[in-house]
Every structure is written in C-alpha cells, then in structure tokens.
C-alpha cells in the first residue's frame, strides 16, 4: 500500500490498515496531547489524542524524514545489530 492509497480510505479503512499491519514505533506526549507513532509500510501515521477526553484530535500520513524528528529521542535503538 502507498501513502497515496491510505490517505484515500476512509477514517475506518484506514484505522483497519494500521490494527493489522502497523506497528507501533513510539510515543509522546506534551501538556495537553498524546501521540502515537506507527509505522506502516514504506511510510509513517501520527495520532494526535487529546488527553483528557482521549478523543483523536489530528491523524498525519507521511514519508518524510523530518516528521520523525520529536520522536528521535525515545526510540531505542540499544537493541539494534551492526
């Protein structure tokens, strides 16, 4: 599947695609949102939730590499071979 082809499911296709082939990559939060990261083929999907009412606030599909930047921090990469 391409980024293309995501954005155009709906909201319910596209939450279908990420439960069976996504894989959470990480996570953060700030004062007011929590965010997920997961990564989905040969791109990325940002939830942006709210946290007091756990309501979906913003959703992002992207490819680009500076997107991944707020998260750069808190994904281990320990675990990770040479």
């Avoid at 939060?29 to 040969?42: A, H, K, M, Q, V």
Wanted: glycine share 2%; hydrophobic share 40%.
């Amino acid at each position: 599947m391409t980024l293309y082809q995501f954005k155009n499911l709906n909201e319910s296709g596209q939450l279908a695609v990420i439960w069976e082939h996504g894989v959470t990559i990480a996570h953060r939060e700030d004062e007011i949102y929590r965010f997920i990261l997961y990564s989905l083929f040969n791109f990325h999907v940002e939830y942006k939730f709210h946290k007091e009412s756990d309501i979906i606030h913003e959703r992002k599909a992207f490819c680009t590499d500076t997107a991944l930047e707020p998260y750069l921090h808190s994904i281990d990469i320990s675990d990770l071979k040479t």
